[in-house]
Nanobody, 128 residues
Framework: QVQVVESGGGLVQAGGSLRLSCTVF????????MGWFRQAPGKEREAVSC????????KYEDSVKGRFTISRDNAQNTLYLQMNNLKPEDTAMYYC?????????????????????WGQGTQVTVSS
C-alpha cells in the first residue's frame, strides 16, 4: 500500500521561510514524476511545482518562481519544497502528489490531469 506523508507546514510571518517534506512509502520512488499542489480556502487547487524522477526537469507556477525550490532525495524517498520570501497569498493547504504514469508529462501534471497518489496535506499560513 502506498502512503504519501507531508510535513513541515506551519505559521510564519511574511518574508519568512518554510521547508516542506513529503515521504513516500510502498513504491519505487525514483520511477515517478512528483510535485506539489496547494489549495486556499474558497479556491481551486493549483499546481505549485513538479520534478522528474532524476531531479533535472523542473517546472514552477509563475507566482512562486524565484521564491520556491523543489528537490528530491531518491535515496530517502523524500520530496522537498523550500519556500522563501513567503507572502500571505501563499497561505494554503499544500499537497504532495505522485504521478502513477511513470512519464514526464508535466503539462498534464500541472493541470492536475493525472492518476496519482496524494498525501493528506500540510497547512501553511503566512501572516502579514
Amino acid at each position: 500500500q502506498v502512503q504519501v506523508v507531508e510535513s513541515g507546514g506551519g505559521l510564519v510571518q511574511a518574508g519568512g521561510s518554510l521547508r516542506l517534506s513529503c515521504t513516500v512509502f510502498g513504491l519505487r520512488f525514483d520511477d515517478y514524476t512528483m510535485g506539489w499542489f496547494r489549495q486556499a480556502p474558497g479556491k481551486e487547487r493549483e499546481a505549485v511545482s513538479c520534478i522528474d524522477w532524476y531531479g533535472i526537469e523542473i517546472k514552477y507556477e509563475d507566482s512562486v518562481k524565484g521564491r520556491f525550490t523543489i528537490s528530491r532525495d531518491n535515496a530517502q524517498n523524500t520530496l522537498y519544497l523550500q519556500m522563501n520570501n513567503l507572502k500571505p497569498e501563499d497561505t494554503a493547504m499544500y499537497y504532495c502528489a505522485v504521478d502513477k504514469s511513470g512519464g514526464w508529462y508535466y503539462t498534464d501534471f500541472l493541470a492536475g490531469k493525472f492518476e496519482g497518489y496524494w498525501g493528506q496535506g500540510t497547512q501553511v499560513t503566512v501572516s502579514s
